[in-house]
């Protein structure tokens, strides 16, 4: 597997996921594209426009893509056009929101019985994921009651949620009797810095080897502080 990071808004690392994309398919076209962006109930219309069933209006209209991604389709379309003129597979990875929000408030124990069972194998052990996201959550006052008074915990969960759902696709994918070569997963770098989130749970699951390649527009001091943190497998500075 290979995984691609982007920060949502950047075109730039879009572009990169591109091109990544055309050079491993023109090595060997044995392969499947990951999405976050859209949500796995959505997959039929994933299927529909990338086989040229629906146009993208359909298309943006099926997935709600505006109300459940939000950004910017402009920078993602070309990524799918790619697959769609090559006849590239492309699931959607990511988890319904109505399940992380529930986790979010209530956390996994105030699910219903048919959500709990709907949930991915969960890892909440590991201490470097749980204290990168613990500094998120502080950082963004996400305890305070203008964001609802959550808990850290329920926060917690609700973020592995996302990565466990992501690593279970992808673990999938890779174990179908018809499985590709190799799956190519884009994702915010959130998800995959340092292999903490998606990766590693996907390594769990046995799909390995991965590399990680981690976009980053920056100046060469901020480029070389990311290095020595080995965010990545493969960092491409712009």
Do not use: C
């Not at 959607?92 to 529930?102: G, I, P, Q, S």
Request: charged share 30%; hydrophobic share 40%; no cysteine.
């Amino acid at each position: 597997v290979v995984y691609v990071g982007e920060m949502h808004t950047s075109p730039h690392d879009h572009a990169i996921q591109l091109r990544v994309i055309d050079q491993l398919y023109k090595r060997d076209p044995s392969m499947v594209i990951g999405l976050e962006m859209v949500k796995r109930p959505y997959q039929k219309w994933l299927s529909d426009y990338v086989d040229a069933r629906i146009d993208e209006a359909t298309f943006l209209k099926k997935v709600e893509w505006r109300k459940r991604w939000g950004f910017n389709f402009e920078q993602s379309r070309p990524i799918l056009e790619y697959a769609r003129e090559r006849g590239i597979p492309v699931v959607a990875l990511n988890a319904r929101d109505e399940l992380t929000r529930a986790i979010a408030k209530g956390g996994i124990d105030g699910l219903s019985d048919d959500d709990k069972r709907a949930l991915p194998e969960m890892d909440l052990t590991n201490e470097e994921h749980r204290q990168r996201i613990k500094d998120v959550f502080d950082g963004h006052g996400m305890g305070n009651a203008s964001h609802g008074g959550m808990t850290f915990e329920n926060f917690y969960a609700a973020q592995v949620t996302w990565d466990e759902t992501m690593a279970h696709e992808v673990a999938r994918e890779m174990r179908a009797e018809d499985a590709p070569k190799r799956t190519v997963a884009l994702a915010g770098t959130g998800h995959l810095r340092k292999g903490l989130g998606i990766p590693m749970r996907a390594a769990r699951r046995g799909i390995e080897p991965y590399a990680v390649v981690y976009p980053l527009l920056a100046t060469p001091d901020e480029a070389a502080a990311v290095v020595d943190a080995q965010w990545g497998d493969y960092l491409w500075v712009m």
